[in-house]
């Protein structure tokens, strides 16, 4: 009896494995979701590969002179990028320490003004077809100061500017400019910093350009000092086409009569930045505050600073994958007669 048991068993664990193999191969659908390579998470390219390496310099600490300047041009060299699936292209720079007009005293602390720019170019020279505007320096953190507490102090920032993708070669090397056109900006007590990583490759891929005066460089000698074992926070950002969203919840506002008290909630995946935008016509709308970079997001606007007309408010949040959604606006009334006079 024992044995007719075993007998049947085998039999039955071999019509199993029969079965098994007669079957189909199951579909791409039944395996569920099959990883690409080209999943819509954004790729980055750097000189340092690792972004997390670059804390150096622009958090705090020994600056080492690494500012973005009127005078001072920092240059990376990428090997050719290839751009097959992806939809969009940004090239950018992670930033910090911007300074305010009494740095490093607190009696103004008006930001110094500045423009920021990069420049994309598969050789080593830059024009204006190849130049691309990147950030104010009052819309990057806030160096802080040493015995006083300043508001928009916070870590260094990656901030992306949108480029046609077709600028970025698969096929020649990609060298990339970071520069500013504000004469402010002659030294690390007035410019913002980038930041730095140490690099673990020796290759001749980074240099800096202290010939400038406002404008990228062209023509000779623009690889003008090479930069060895550190590398600037300079870098490529591919974006996958994909349906990511991002929703701006709960956006509330106090109006009162000298500030209008701002609150609200992103919702999304990895949302990096948030703010505040006006319009008088629904159509045509303005930033105007700086970036929120962490929840939650609260933001007081003195009333008389955006307009003393009626306007409309709205909060903006932005993904990583550079998609971007807005809150349903609110209607702001025009300030009393009496008020617009003072």
Not at 78 to 87: C, H, R, S
Not at 122 to 151: C, M, V
Not at 179 to 193: D, H
Request: charged share 20%; with cysteine; glycine share 8%.
């Amino acid at each position: 009896m024992v044995m007719m048991r075993y007998f049947f068993a085998a039999v039955v664990l071999a019509a199993g494995l029969s079965a098994a193999r007669a079957q189909p191969a199951p579909s791409e659908g039944d395996r569920g979701p099959a990883f690409s390579a080209k999943s819509p998470v954004p790729v980055y390219f750097a000189p340092e590969k690792n972004l997390g390496k670059y804390y150096l310099y622009a958090d705090g600490g020994f600056h080492a002179d690494w500012y973005v300047g009127y005078n001072n041009c920092w240059i990376v060299k990428l090997p050719p990028v290839d751009t097959a699936g992806y939809a969009k292209a940004f090239i950018g720079a992670k930033l910090g320490r911007s300074k305010i007009m009494s740095w490093p005293a607190s009696w103004d602390t008006t930001p110094i003004p500045g423009k920021i720019y990069m420049a994309l170019n598969q050789s080593p020279t830059f024009n204006s077809d190849h130049t691309y505007f990147l950030t104010e320096a009052a819309d990057i953190p806030r160096e802080p100061l040493p015995n006083d507490a300043l508001a928009g102090v916070d870590s260094s920032s990656w901030v992306w500017a949108e480029i046609p993708l077709s600028r970025v070669s698969a096929g020649a090397d990609n060298y990339l400019a970071l520069w500013s056109s504000s004469r402010y900006f002659t030294s690390a007590s007035s410019a913002p910093i980038v930041a730095a990583a140490m690099g673990d490759s020796s290759a001749e891929d980074v240099w800096l350009n202290r010939s400038i005066k406002g404008n990228a460089p062209s023509g000779d000698g623009v690889l003008e000092t090479p930069i060895s074992g550190l590398k600037p926070a300079i870098a490529i950002k591919l974006v996958p086409a994909n349906e990511y969203k991002v929703l701006v919840k709960g956006f509330s506002a106090e109006l009162g009569e000298d500030e209008i008290s701002v609150s609200f909630a992103a919702i999304g995946e990895d949302v990096r930045a948030a703010w505040l935008e006006v319009s008088y016509d629904k159509f045509d709308w303005q930033r105007v505050t700086g970036y929120l970079y962490k929840a939650p997001y609260f933001w007081t606007l003195g009333r008389g600073e955006v307009s003393k007309d009626l306007f409309y408010l709205r909060a903006a949040a932005q993904d990583n994958l550079e998609n971007t959604g807005y809150s349903k606006e609110i209607t702001v009334p025009a300030m009393p007669a009496a008020a617009k006079e003072e």
